[in-house]
């Protein structure tokens, strides 16, 4: 279930007589938040009062920044990936020059063929 931190509302023409700012009637307002680590402090922001204009402005750069921000996430998962495939072949490398230990193997197939019992 998705809760929406933010909710908008278009003031009523009859909340607007009188308003200095009548240009400013979409009411912007933000959910309580936990600010510390207390259990009983919530913060209740304040609404904000915008234009229509700065609305449409708010949505176009919040998206081009959330963009921005998957681009940059989806460049460091690549450079994980290449990072850890690079890592998995030295490994595989490594493990492949090595020459096994007869030892242990013989202990493991011991093991496997005469399981102790606890």
């Known amino acids: 279930m998705l809760i929406a ?3 908008l509302r278009l003031l009523p023409a009859e909340e607007l007589v009188g308003d200095p700012r009548p240009d400013a009637c979409v009411e912007l307002a933000f959910n309580p938040t936990c600010m510390s680590d207390e259990a009983d402090a919530v913060v209740v922001p304040e609404p904000v009062r915008i ?3 700065d609305l449409v402005r708010l949505r176009v750069e919040s998206g081009l920044v959330l963009n921005e921000i998957r681009s940059e996430v989806q460049r460091a998962e690549s450079a994980w990936r290449q990072h850890l495939s690079h890592w998995y072949r030295d490994g595989r490398l490594a493990a492949g020059t090595r020459a ?3 030892s242990l193997l013989q202990r493991v197939l011991d ?3 005469n399981p102790v019992r606890l």
């Open 5 to 7: 931190l933010v909710s």
């Open 100 to 102: 096994p230990d007869i």
């Open 111 to 113: 093991g496997l063929r």
């Open 51 to 53: 234009t229509p204009a």
